[in-house]
């Protein structure tokens, strides 16, 4: 899809996901859930060492479960070097978090890289929207159940 052919809806909800993304981020930087702690080390977030700590503790929403259900893709390499799209693999999880969080990566990956065209389900805008809009509702849960709402709003 075309930047000019957006609608108001579909670019204020990817605005607001990616935005709300990118603090969430914060948060995990900001409280030491940090890819690489050595000294000079690029500071990057990690998702991981997050979902270490909290996997057990974890309660999903009806929104983690709806995100779930509606499951984003991933843009794969088929037969010839062609693309094609593919329900993003949630094998390697062994619990929600676990598939909350591949959930939420997924759609900002696609966001930001994907190509957005080659699949009904990812040209449906409708469907898109709802994705980023639980998407953007699973990381406000995940802020206020594990207490980083400050950081996350930036409430100081």
Known sequence: ???????DDLRNASFEF??????FEFVLKENGFLKYEELDAKAEPSWKKFREKYEE???ASKEENLLVKLHPKRQVVSASN????KP?????????????????STIRNNLFHGGKHG????????????LLSFGK???????????????????Y
Request: glycine fraction near 2%; charged fraction near 30%.
């Open 88 to 104: 993003v693999g949630i094998s390697h999880c062994n619990s929600d978090l676990c598939c909350v969080i591949t959930m939420l």
């Open 57 to 59: 503790e974890y309660r």
């Open 18 to 23: 990616f935005y709300w993304y990118s603090r």
């Open 1 to 7: 899809m075309r930047y000019d052919q957006l609608s």
């Open 82 to 85: 062609q693309l094609d799209w």
């Open 137 to 155: 509702q699973v990381l406000d849960q995940l802020a206020e159940q594990f207490g980083y709402e400050a950081d996350y709003k930036r409430y």
């Open 119 to 130: 699949d009904m389900e990812v040209d449906d805008i409708d469907r898109n929207i709802s």
